[in-house]
C-alpha cells in the first residue's frame, strides 16, 4: 500500500497545493510533446521573436527539462509535506521563473504573449510555494505525525485512535 496503514487526511490547502501541482505536471506534459514532436509549434508560440534560434534539439532538451519538472511536480502533489522534494519543486518554479524573465527582458527572444503563460504559473507557484513553505513542511507535517502516532493497530489488523478507545 502506497500511503501505509497509517493513510492520514490532508488539509484543504494542503489539498488545494496537490491539486495544482498536478495541473501544472498536466500542462508541463503539453509542453514536452510540443518541445518533441512540433518544434515549429514551439518557435512559434513561446520563442517567436526569435524563432531561428530555435531547432529541434533546443525543442528536445526544453522538453526534457520540462519531463523533469513535471516528475518533481506529481511526487511533491503526493507527498507537499517532505521539505526536500518541496524545496526542489519550489526551486523548479523559481528557475522557470528567471528563465522566462531573463528571454523576454534580457534576451529578448520572447514577447510577453510567448511569456504570459509561463511566467504566471511558474509567478504564482514560487509565491503560494515560497509564502507556504513553513505551512507545508512544518506544521502539516506536524499534525500528519500526531495524527498517526495516535492511531494504534487493533487485534482485527485495523487501526484505532486513542479517541475511540475511551468511546
Sequence with gaps: MLGGPHVVEMSGSVKALSRWLALVAALRLL???????????????????????????????????????????????????????????????????????????????MSIKGAATPMVIAGLSTLWMGAGWNYYTVYSKQSEDTAAASEKPTANGTTASKADKHL
Excluded: K, M
Design 31 to 109: 509542453s514536452v510533446y510540443i518541445g518533441i514532436f512540433d518544434p515549429a509549434r514551439f518557435r512559434q508560440a513561446l520563442i517567436d521573436l526569435q524563432p531561428d534560434l530555435v531547432n529541434d534539439l533546443y525543442g528536445r532538451l526544453f522538453a526534457t527539462w520540462t519531463l523533469l519538472t513535471c516528475g518533481l511536480c506529481l511526487i511533491c502533489a503526493r507527498n507537499p509535506t517532505n521539505s526536500a522534494i518541496y524545496g526542489a519543486t519550489l526551486l523548479s518554479f523559481v528557475v522557470a521563473l528567471i528563465h522566462f524573465i531573463t528571454e523576454l527582458l534580457v534576451f529578448r527572444t
